[in-house]
């Protein structure tokens, strides 16, 4: 046998055992966290992983929401238009937010609780010497979309990431206003995604309310809002407060918590000629699902 073909065959041996060995392993896991089972066998990673290492950026987080193959990656995801060059997008994006470039948006690193309401709703005609009500259709619609997602920051990279966040989320909320160049605009459209195209499909929708809780009983890290790499190359004296990082000489105070929650309120909108032109009939096909609507 030709020494390649050899090399071969003992390769093909390796993988395959290498895959009965994850799982077996999956199942283990399975039998004694349930619950870590299920999501390692959706494909949802501890820590929200992305499927192949090679979609790590020096952050320790993806590229891009869709890694190698966008349908293979379902992690939730909440950005702005493509198109809309802002915030991130922006070539002055700042300090701040720069992290969030690589990911070209929110990543949620773990598998966050997503709340979805759906109403229809109907009015009741008010009649007398009835013993029923009588009730007419008003309309249908789909409500606030609320999001519950730990964060945890073990090293200055991930503070870094997280405090991103945290300012995209504050400043999603606000208008342009004053010397902006869209002054009198409203806050920015935001595009949610996740768990594939057939459930949140680039969700076009608006933020209506943003919470970080900063806890007492977790230990704090410092986040650099500067380039890390650089910064090393700047400490401050030893002996300063926050000393492991330096701008300019001036040492940097802001301090993340290693694990933290953050809760967002998104409200779907949808344009009134999108809807003039919606179709409940091909939607249940199944047709409108890649043109955002849920």
Same mark, same amino acid.
């Given at each position: 046998?030709?020494?390649?073909?050899?090399?071969?065959?003992?390769?093909?041996?390796?993988?395959?055992?290498?895959?009965?060995?994850?799982?077996?392993?999956?199942?283990?896991?399975?039998?004694?966290?349930?619950?870590?089972?299920?999501?390692?066998?959706?494909?949802?990673?501890?820590?929200?992983?992305?499927?192949?290492?090679?979609?790590?950026?020096?952050?320790?987080?993806?590229?891009?929401?869709?890694?190698?193959?966008?349908?293979?990656?379902?992690?939730?995801?909440?950005?702005?238009?493509?198109?809309?060059?802002?915030?991130?997008?922006?070539?002055?994006?700042?300090?701040?937010?720069?992290?969030?470039?690589?990911?070209?948006?929110?990543?949620?690193?773990?598998?966050?609780?997503?709340?979805?309401?759906?109403?229809?709703?109907?009015?009741?005609?008010?009649?007398?010497?009835?013993?029923?009500?009588?009730?007419?259709?008003?309309?249908?619609?789909?409500?606030?979309?609320?999001?519950?997602?730990?964060?945890?920051?073990?090293?200055?990279?991930?503070?870094?990431?997280?405090?991103?966040?945290?300012?995209?989320?504050?400043?999603?909320?606000?208008?342009?206003?004053?010397?902006?160049?869209?002054?009198?605009?409203?806050?920015?459209?935001?595009?949610?995604?996740?768990?594939?195209?057939?459930?949140?499909?680039?969700?076009?929708?608006?933020?209506?309310?943003?919470?970080?809780?900063?806890?007492?009983?977790?230990?704090?890290?410092?986040? !650099?809002? %500067?380039?890390?790499?650089?910064?090393?190359?700047? +400490? =401050?004296?030893?002996?300063?407060?926050? *000393? $492991? #990082? @330096?701008?300019?000489?001036?040492?940097?105070?802001?301090?993340? !918590?290693? %694990?933290?929650?953050?809760?967002?309120?998104?409200? +779907? =909108?949808?344009?009134?000629?999108?809807? *003039? $032109? #919606? @179709?409940?009939?091909?939607?249940?096909?199944?047709?409108?699902?890649?043109?955002?609507?849920?």
């Amino acid at each position: 046998m030709p020494v390649i073909n050899l090399f071969n065959s003992v390769m093909q041996g390796a993988n395959s055992a290498v895959t009965s060995l994850t799982s077996v392993a999956s199942s283990a896991i399975g039998i004694v966290d349930p619950k870590m089972g299920r999501l390692l066998a959706s494909g949802l990673n501890p820590g929200g992983r992305a499927n192949s290492a090679k979609s790590l950026s020096k952050f320790n987080m993806p590229v891009s929401f869709g890694g190698l193959k966008e349908n293979q990656d379902w992690r939730v995801k909440i950005s702005v238009g493509e198109g809309s060059g802002l915030f991130y997008l922006n070539n002055d994006v700042g300090d701040v937010l720069a992290p969030l470039k690589a990911t070209k948006g929110v990543i949620f690193p773990y598998t966050p609780k997503i709340d979805t309401v759906y109403q229809s709703n109907y009015q009741d005609t008010d009649i007398t010497h009835t013993n029923y009500s009588f009730y007419s259709y008003n309309k249908s619609a789909v409500s606030s979309i609320t999001i519950s997602a730990d964060f945890t920051a073990q090293t200055p990279e991930e503070a870094q990431y997280v405090l991103a966040v945290i300012h995209f989320f504050r400043t999603a909320g606000k208008m342009f206003t004053g010397q902006d160049k869209l002054a009198g605009n409203p806050p920015p459209l935001l595009f949610l995604d996740g768990y594939g195209q057939y459930y949140f499909p680039h969700v076009p929708c608006v933020l209506t309310q943003f919470s970080h809780s900063m806890p007492e009983d977790v230990d704090y890290i410092s986040a !650099p809002v %500067v380039n890390i790499e650089q910064a090393k190359k700047r +400490p =401050v004296p030893p002996g300063e407060p926050d *000393s $492991e #990082f @330096s701008a300019g000489g001036s040492s940097v105070r802001t301090k993340i !918590p290693t %694990v933290s929650t953050m809760s967002i309120v998104l409200q +779907p =909108v949808y344009s009134r000629r999108r809807v *003039s $032109e #919606f @179709s409940t009939e091909k939607f249940a096909r199944g047709e409108y699902l890649n043109k955002g609507y849920i």
